[in-house]
């Protein structure tokens, strides 16, 4: 017996591979600074912990229905309605275990062999491997610095065909924290009702992650005509620093919602009924802490550009959301490290980051955009500082 072939037609996600090799190296005593997950580390509001011990006390540990509790999708139904100004039923509404599932769902229940998916890049790891186990084509196109990582109306445009199915459309962005404006996506918006037959998924996963004033907006608040063909998604993991809860959750068309809650039904039924009733306690509950842990987002973010910055060969740009930088490297390639290697890519330059700095990062081809890397300073000012430290002297050391 050997592997399906729609398992040969994904990739494991590098971004989980970088961070078990760095688990691997601390346990065996090694100082290494992992910079490479996506993972907030501020603890779970009390509240929200407090919520899922009541649950269990309470025995609520049973099954729920396949697709989210009753109480959560009406917490969901509200958070759009409070923050998006989008009005959903709870008929609309599909609770997932993560957002990596929700996306899963949504693609796997509603692409066929030949089906076309834009993506972005550089854009989330899991994005064309999930069209590919799909079945169908990931259409990459590039949105490089020079264009804020954002896509342009013209290079929507160019990508659309008749086979087009979904535009994935991530904002703010894992990989590199850029954020549309609501005029740049009043402006995609335009070149979408051309097209009827593009579907949108929006991951607003990062919403509440934004600085300096930006405001956060999602395309279908911006462009009611869209409203009825886009998925708009978000999770607890990253705002409410719950990755471990597993809860995505998405609003969209009654019959897709019904697909995916299909597809769900023969795979892992419900999520974790605890991980709902925390995820209740969460989106109702008291939201003033989102502030308060984006104006340290930020601190972060300003001190980890400056530093990078100040980097030989290294060019990084000035997110607008997020927790992640996405430094250009190219300065980097072609020279040659202490122990004689020629860095040739930029995954060679991690590598070389890996051994040699013992910082781990991780390398922008796996994003779809290169030569650059992906940094998240979603850890405290103190163990950034050294690890832009680190990385300035490995810089510094290239020949």
């Known amino acids: 017996m050997k592997p399906s072939a729609a398992l040969d037609r994904i990739n494991p996600s590098p971004t989980l591979a970088i961070t078990t090799r760095v688990m691997e190296l601390k346990r065996a005593g090694v100082d290494v600074i992992g910079l490479g997950a996506g993972e907030p580390d501020f603890d779970t509001p009390d509240f929200v912990k407090d919520a899922a011990i009541q649950a269990i006390r309470d025995g ?3 099954y ?5 509790t009753p109480e959560l999708k009406e917490a969901i139904v509200a958070k759009f309605a409070r923050d998006n100004n989008l009005t959903y039923t709870p008929q609309q509404i599909s609770v997932n275990v993560g957002g990596k ?3 899963f769902n949504a693609l796997v229940a509603s692409l066929d062999a030949g089906d076309e998916v834009i993506v972005p890049a550089p854009y989330w790891v899991s994005y064309p491997d999930v069209v ?11 949105a490089g610095a020079e264009f804020g990582y954002k896509l342009t109306p013209a290079m929507l445009e160019a990508a659309i065909t008749p086979r087009t199915k979904w535009l994935i459309l991530n904002s703010p962005s894992n990989p590199t924290g850029a ?20 579907w949108i998924f929006a991951d607003d996963m990062y919403e509440h992650i934004v600085y300096d004033d930006f405001r956060f907006a999602t395309i279908a608040e911006v462009c009611p005509s869209l409203y009825e063909r886009t998925l708009t998604v978000n999770g607890c993991s990253k705002a409410y620093a719950m990755t471990g ?20 039904s023969q795979s892992t039924s419900n999520p974790c009924s605890i991980a709902q009733a925390a995820a209740v306690a969460a989106l109702n509950g008291d939201q003033s802490f989102l502030k308060e842990r984006a104006a340290a987002f930020q601190k972060r973010r300003d001190l980890v550009v400056r530093m990078l910055n100040d980097a030989e060969g290294i060019d990084c740009p000035m997110p607008e959301g997020a927790f992640y930088v996405y430094p250009g490297v190219a300065g980097v390639i072609g020279r040659t490290t202490p122990g004689g290697k020629t860095i040739e890519s930029d995954s060679d330059f991690v590598g070389y980051l890996l051994d040699d700095a013992k910082v781990a990062a991780v390398q922008g ?10 940094i998240s300073y979603a850890t405290s000012e103190a163990i950034l500082t050294e690890a832009c430290r680190r990385i300035q002297a490995a810089c510094a050391a290239l020949r």
């Open 60 to 62: 609520r540990t049973k």
């Open 64 to 68: 729920t229905n396949v697709d989210g």
């Open 101 to 103: 599932h929700t996306l």
């Open 132 to 142: 590919q186990f799909a079945g169908a084509t990931p259409v990459i196109v590039p």
């Open 179 to 198: 954020a549309y404006t609501v005029d740049e996506l009043r402006a995609l918006g335009e070149v979408l009702e051309r097209h009827p037959h593009v």
């Open 245 to 264: 809860w597993r809860i995505g959750f998405a609003a969209g068309a009654p019959w897709l919602i019904k697909a995916m809650a299909k597809l769900q």
């Open 365 to 374: 081809v796996a994003f779809g955009l290169s030569p650059a890397m992906r």
